[in-house]
């Protein structure tokens, strides 16, 4: 009976460690459970963030939309939100700080699939490999077009 609590605590830290590749099968459960509770917490969160632009300019067809739907189909909003510091910097305070230049946006994307920290403190970014870089921008567009 250890064995199996043994084996399922270290499934488990696998999983949570791990960059979603596993060797095991059970591990593989593991990660997917993990997937599925990240899903449900995030979009929780996307129904806020998609929420407060009801009755705004940004409409579904256009990029801002785009962007805040990429966000709520990442993991972002499980650091992030929109108007205060959760882990992460808010995306209105990352849209203070920063100039809507291709420059930036290509910077900002490559932060986001590389990952970073030190710009806004000791806790790391966690990289988005996944992410292909014209998704990047269209996150990155919509974060920084909070500026206000």
């Given at each position: 009976?250890?064995k199996?609590?043994?084996i399922l605590g270290?499934?488990?830290?696998i999983?949570?460690?791990?960059?979603?590749?596993?060797?095991?099968?059970?591990?593989a459960?593991?990660?997917?459970?993990?997937?599925?509770?990240?899903?449900?917490?995030n979009?929780?969160?996307?129904?806020?963030t998609?929420?407060?632009?009801?009755?705004?300019?940004?409409?579904?067809?256009?990029?801002?939309?785009?962007g805040a739907q990429l966000?709520?189909?990442?993991?972002c909003?499980g650091c992030?939100?929109?108007?205060?510091?959760?882990?992460?910097p808010?995306?209105?305070d990352?849209?203070?700080?920063?100039?809507?230049?291709?420059a930036?946006?290509?910077?900002?994307?490559?932060?986001?699939?590389?990952?970073?920290?030190?710009?806004?403190?000791?806790?790391?970014?966690?990289?988005?490999?996944?992410?292909?870089?014209?998704?990047?921008?269209?996150?990155?567009k919509?974060?920084?077009?909070?500026?206000?």
């Open positions: 009976m250890k199996v609590f043994v270290l499934s488990l830290i999983a949570a460690c791990g960059n979603g590749k596993s060797g095991s099968s059970s591990s459960d593991s990660t997917a459970a993990a997937n599925k509770t990240a899903v449900a917490t979009s929780d969160a996307a129904q806020d998609a929420a407060s632009h009801n009755g705004t300019e940004k409409t579904a067809g256009t990029p801002s939309a785009a966000i709520a189909k990442a993991d909003l992030h939100k929109e108007q205060e510091k959760l882990i992460g808010a995306y209105a990352v849209a203070k700080k920063y100039t809507a230049s291709p930036v946006i290509d910077t900002l994307s490559k932060k986001i699939i590389n990952g970073g920290k030190g710009n806004w403190g000791d806790v790391p970014m966690s990289a988005h490999a996944s992410l292909s870089m014209d998704d990047a921008r269209i996150m990155v919509y974060i920084l077009s909070l500026k206000k």
